[in-house]
């Protein structure tokens, strides 16, 4: 069901959360060949420099949190691919694993122009 959803969703693993799992819309809204090019990436690469602040601030804030708790995670992020970058509207859910190591699902929302009155 995500592989064909209209919304962006990465699942992010590890201390830098690369990328574990992306859908066909999170490579066709970054412009990437295929789902499988975007793993392993860090999403954190991906981030220009305001966004990658707001992101480590949110993911800071949501520390400790019961899992399965979504929550907004800083957005609108701005997330660049290749050659482009798309101001996504992000909500995530985070897990902390015993290890403190860390999940994060990442489902995103392109952000449109409002039409003018």
Not at 43 to 51: A, E, I, R
Not at 66 to 95: K, M, Y
Request: net charge positive.
């Amino acid at each position: 069901m995500l592989a064909c959803h209209p919304d962006v969703f990465l699942a992010l693993d590890g201390p830098d959360l690369r990328v574990g799992y992306a859908n066909r819309a999170a490579a066709a809204s970054l412009r990437f060949a295929s789902s499988e090019s975007l793993e392993n990436v860090s999403f954190h690469d991906l981030l220009d420099d305001d966004s990658r602040r707001r992101f480590r601030g949110a993911l800071q804030a949501v520390a400790g949190r019961p899992p399965r708790s979504a929550a907004p995670l800083g957005g609108p992020l701005v997330v660049g691919g290749n050659q482009t970058s798309v101001a996504l509207d992000v909500l995530g859910e985070v897990s902390e694993g015993l290890l403190g190591d860390r999940s994060v699902v990442v489902c995103g929302r392109p952000l449109r122009k409002r039409p003018r009155a």
